[in-house]
């Protein structure tokens, strides 16, 4: 079973500065990784899938790079609104679906 | 536009089987894509726990498997999720969503969730 780790657990950065958040998979996924956003109550948003391709009405300001095992999910000008929990998901070797623990960016 | 809701009791007992529906607008669930179930204990992270197809195949967790039960009503346009023998380790928000690969992908559209709370 593939394990996914984020890091850091907790980012913290100023409005308008760059945030670069990684995730690993304990073995190579492809560039089959997606990442979510999620807000304090509320449901998760599919930001990117297929490593770098952004989901729907998803700002340019976020991207996605990487293959294989190491990926990082970049937001260029951190918004206020962009301040959330982030969560990476392997979907590469199924079942099952892997999730990260997930990357706090917090204001600074 | 997809829409997802999920509904079912708030509270379950220990040892009792949570159920709980989530209900599809927007789009009809015969005409494809995998339906999942996922779930978030309480300040914790995101956990998968199975999904199914309009015809009924279905893939579940691992760690999961021998508790869970995921079916569908296409007459409906919903599926739904049982979870049996249940303990406080399993209270949690509770999420449906579709899937978009086959079978495995990633999670597009999402319910708003909701909590369900293991206790006696």
């Known amino acids: 079973e593939i394990v996914m780790t984020q890091s850091p657990a907790t980012l913290s950065v100023s409005p308008g500065e760059r945030a670069t958040l990684s995730c690993r998979a304990s073995?190579?996924?492809?560039?089959?990784l997606a990442w979510y956003q999620q807000k304090p109550g509320q449901a998760p948003r599919l930001l990117i899938y297929g490593a770098s391709t952004r989901a729907t009405g998803i700002p340019a300001r976020f991207s996605g790079s990487g293959s294989g095992t190491e990926f990082t999910l970049t937001i260029s000008s951190l918004q206020s609104e962009d301040f959330a929990v982030y969560y990476c998901q392997q979907y590469n070797n199924w079942p099952p679906a892997a999730f990260g623990g997930g990357t706090k960016v917090e204001i600074k | 536009q997809v829409q997802l809701q999920e509904s079912g009791p708030g509270l379950v007992k220990p040892s009792e089987t949570l159920s709980l529906t989530c209900a599809v607008s927007g789009y009809s669930i015969s005409s494809g894509y995998y339906w999942g179930w996922i779930r978030q204990p309480p300040g914790k992270g995101l956990e998968w726990i199975g999904s199914?197809?309009?015809?009924?195949?279905?893939y579940y967790n691992p760690s999961l498997k021998s508790r869970v039960t995921i079916s569908v009503d296409t007459s409906k346009n919903q599926f739904s999720l049982k979870l049996s023998s249940v303990t406080a380790a399993d209270t949690a928000v509770y999420y449906c969503a579709r899937l978009d690969g086959d079978p495995g992908g990633y999670f597009d559209y999402w319910g708003q969730g909701t909590l369900v709370t293991v206790s006696s």
């Open positions: 199914i197809y309009h015809s009924g195949s279905t």
């Open positions: 073995q190579s996924v492809s560039s089959n």
